[in-house]
């Protein structure tokens, strides 16, 4: 671990330097332990894939006593399992409009779109961070066969609630814009609204699976969520 500083109002805490499930578990189980038993002096927690950068009040709290702080927290951790993190099953239509990239992929792999599907919506991804726009979600746990390059060219729009691939990383689009990602589906599931308590649907920490949706289906959880409804709640830990 190495606390270094950012600024004279922030230090980021780095756990490790790789995209790892047990380095992202203790940046989760750093913030967490900050969250739940706050500090004085602490404004802010921005968890990354490897590190934890930390906002302070140095009215407050000075960066010296905040590292100390820092470091007994770490000691003091116990990393929680997955049974302790937020389970989801976020609906996917993977069909016509909605699957931008399924047919390029499957060719690119070698394979043929419904095993590209199969492959996706039996696979268990972890949120490792949120980033890049509000509420997008960067997901870990994209099965082997299925890492596939970023396009070399960007779109320059793709809608909410894409769900793409790029490279060894998975991800869920959370506002409309530009993204060289390639995506094989979409959600009607509304990652990021300003309305809510929490903007942002997902936190890091939390583990999804995806399930196939048809486009009728889709259609109607559009028009549910443009309501304003919930149309994905917190399951019990599979």
């Not at 302790?84 to 016509?96: E, I, K, L, S």
């Not at 043929?112 to 268990?124: E, I, M, Q």
């Not at 809608?159 to 409309?176: D, E, K, T």
């Amino acid at each position: 671990m190495r606390i270094k500083p950012a600024g004279d109002q922030a230090v980021t805490i780095e756990f490790g330097d790789s995209i790892d499930e047990a380095v992202s578990a203790r940046v989760i189980t750093l913030e967490r332990s900050l969250k739940n038993d706050p500090l004085a002096g602490i404004t802010e927690t921005v968890p990354t894939y490897r590190s934890l950068l930390v906002f302070y009040d140095p009215m407050v709290l000075s960066g010296r006593d905040l590292a100390r702080h820092l470091e007994a927290r770490v000691d003091a951790a116990t990393t929680p399992g997955t049974a302790d993190a937020r389970h989801f099953t976020v609906p996917v239509c993977y069909r016509g409009a909605d699957a931008l990239d399924l047919y390029a992929v499957a060719a690119e792999r070698g394979m043929d779109p419904d095993d590209v599907v199969a492959l996706h919506t039996g696979a268990t991804f972890r949120v490792f961070m949120i980033g890049f726009a509000p509420g997008f979600a960067y997901l870990g746990g994209l099965p082997e066969a299925l890492e596939t390059p970023r396009l070399a060219e960007p779109r320059q729009r793709v809608p909410a609630g894409a769900v793409g691939i790029g490279g060894r990383q998975a991800a869920i689009n959370s506002l409309p814009g530009p993204s060289g990602w390639r995506y094989i589906g979409r959600t009607p599931l509304r990652l990021f609204d300003p309305e809510r308590s929490d903007p942002a649907f997902f936190r890091a920490g939390d583990i999804i699976r995806f399930a196939a949706i048809p486009p009728e289906e889709m259609a109607d959880l559009d028009r549910r969520a443009a309501l304003g409804e919930m149309i994905v709640e917190a399951e019990a830990p599979w």
